[in-house]
């Protein structure tokens, strides 16, 4: 079992609607990370969050400590953000744990 | 353009081969870290260097091997290469340890044939 699980998969959305992808993560965590993959492969950090909320531009990031769940939300979804969304979960050690990733498509 | 630099972009080699990945972190940035993404297993965490010294260790086989030079670049050696190790390969950096942003390379491609 994976110790970070995202959900969904896919997902598939038009243009203009609000997306939400989530995160769990099994035990207790330094930081939590939101990447962004590009289709042509490069990895672009997003969000680095530990607690609370934090955003950029459309994007939303939400961390609840308790029930070790993270959130990422674009707002007015625009097919340039269609890529792989992952969340990776740090820890005291250094460690990093990786989700499996949400390939998000935003069709026009 | 994140600033980390990684060489090769791609490479092509054999079965029982070894290859040298390069990376070069953001000016300033002390951590280096490296991951391995492959079709089947995702991105898993190799290693990170921390100022020259080892910090910490995930997933990395035996056959592979890290170090970081005193100008805070990093090299991946894998050897014995096998099917297995075609995967992207990502170089990232950070200022000091995990619970910084990091910022990633544009990755190697390995192709083992």
């Keep these: 079992k994976n110790e970070v699980e995202q959900s969904p998969q896919n997902l598939t959305a038009q243009e203009g609607e609000f997306i939400t992808i989530n995160c769990s993560y099994s035990v207790g965590i330094s930081a939590l990370h939101w990447l962004q993959q590009h289709p042509g492969g490069g990895i672009v950090s997003l969000f ?61 | ?29 002390l951590s280096v870290y490296w991951y391995q993404q492959s079709l089947d297993q995702g991105l898993q965490f190799l290693i990170q260097y921390y100022n020259g010294e080892e910090r910490a260790k995930g997933n990395i086989l035996e056959r592979f091997s890290a170090q970081q030079f005193p100008d805070l670049h990093s090299e991946l050696n894998l050897s014995s290469l096998e099917l297995g190790d075609s995967a992207l390969y990502f170089c990232a950096s950070s200022i000091y340890g995990a619970g910084n942003t990091q910022y990633f390379g544009p990755g190697t491609r390995l192709t083992v044939l």
């Design chain 2, 1 to 29: 353009d994140s600033g980390v630099t990684q060489t090769p972009k791609h490479l092509i080699t054999a079965t029982g081969q070894r290859v040298t990945l390069r990376c070069s972190p953001r000016s300033g940035d």
């Design chain 1, 48 to 108: 680095m969050l530990s607690s609370g909320k934090k955003k950029h531009g459309r994007l939303i990031a939400t961390i609840n400590i308790q029930e070790k769940h993270s959130s990422l939300h674009i707002t007015a979804s625009h097919p340039r953000d269609s890529a792989v969304y992952i969340c990776a979960a740090s820890y005291n050690n250094n460690d990093m744990r990786f989700g499996a990733g949400t390939r998000l498509t935003v069709k026009p």
